[in-house]
């Protein structure tokens, strides 16, 4: 959805090194979010954001910190990469109204070695 | 807490047939229900969502679903399979916080 980036779509990475992927959008919502999908478990919520320096854990936050300094951007960052976070990371956006349901980003393909 | 179940891993159907994916979920009040489809390497496009109303609710793509109180339940249907639909399709429930729940996703094959 060209409302919606993420950036980089693909990184390859060390255990142990940190690294930050970020999310941008254009479309002024309220709501952001960063998720993990891995097979068979769907996508799994790490962290979202309720508004600018708003924000709350998902059920998969551990290793993981975020931070949003402006209504666009929402960054993802790994403090110290593990195998285990070898993923594909997805952002979404959002308005306050439960109906409408996510936009998504494109993703971002991470593979830690 | 909130949950979605999606019993079916992988189904495979024959290009021209229909086509029924399975969801059932866990929600304390009224649901809103959506279902995504995700093309191989793609992000999730929104299929289509019920949150009040008739319960048939008709997507994209040719798609409808059905909510089911009585049986928690959500199913996605198609009455006749396009080879381009094979993909993989995710059930989710809104929740609490704005949130989306999402089932594990039945990937479908669509065979000629």
Known sequence: DAGITQSPRHKVTETGTPVTLRC????NHRYMYWYRQDPGHGLRLIHYSYGVKDT??????DGYSVSRSKTEDFLLTLES??????????CAISEPDRGRGYTFGSGTRLTVV | ???VTQPDIHITVSEGASLELRCNYSYGA?????????SPGQGLQLLLKYFSGDTL???????????KRSQSSFNLRKPSVHWSDAAEYFCAVGAQGN???FGAGTI????S
């Open chain 2, 1 to 3: 807490a909130q949950s």
């Open chain 2, 108 to 111: 479908l094959r669509v065979k």
């Open chain 2, 57 to 67: 609710v008709q997507g994209i793509k040719g798609f409808e679903a059905e909510f």
């Open chain 2, 30 to 38: 009224t649901p809103y229900l959506f279902w995504y489809v995700q």
């Open chain 1, 81 to 90: 990469a593990t195998s285990s976070q070898t993923s594909v990371y997805f």
């Open chain 1, 24 to 27: 941008h959008q254009t479309e």
């Open chain 2, 99 to 101: 949130k989306l729940v």
């Open chain 1, 56 to 61: 709350d854990k998902g059920e998969v936050s």
